[in-house]
């Protein structure tokens, strides 16, 4: 089956940048629909940011204008790249694609924004 891992969290200071990676595996097929979401403790999942087919790009109201969803698709990668951090972005962060009708999430990684 397919397999995500995303990269790239870390503890930053408010303000700061960080940009995730996420890489797909074990599959054939190319990547066309890529998504982001974030879960913050004792909140829901939601999502952050997504790129579908033809460039289509959609983002949460709270990151628009400081985030940012890119692929590459020779590499099977998709980036989430995040500018101007504040706090309330700490969360885990995950990544989705769908293949052959099926969603794959991957393991998550921690951004953790101090003030």
């Known amino acids: 089956q397919v397999q995500l891992v995303e990269s790239g969290g870390g503890l930053v200071q408010a303000g700061g940048s960080l940009r995730l990676s996420c890489t797909a595996s074990?599959?054939?097929?190319?990547?066309?629909?890529w998504g982001w979401y974030r879960q913050a403790p004792g909140t829901e999942r939601e999502l952050v940011a997504g790129?579908?087919?033809?460039?289509?790009?959609k983002y949460a109201e709270s990151v628009k204008g400081r985030f940012t969803v890119s692929r590459d698709n020779a590499k099977k990668m998709s980036f989430l790249q995040m500018n101007d951090l504040k706090v309330e972005d700490t969360a885990v962060y995950y990544c989705?694609?769908?293949?052959?009708?099926?969603?794959?999430w991957g393991q998550g990684t921690q951004v953790t924004v101090s003030s």
């Open positions: 989705s694609a769908p293949v052959r009708g099926r969603s794959y």
């Open positions: 790129l579908y087919a033809g460039g289509t790009t």
């Open positions: 074990k599959t054939i097929y190319s990547i066309d629909h």
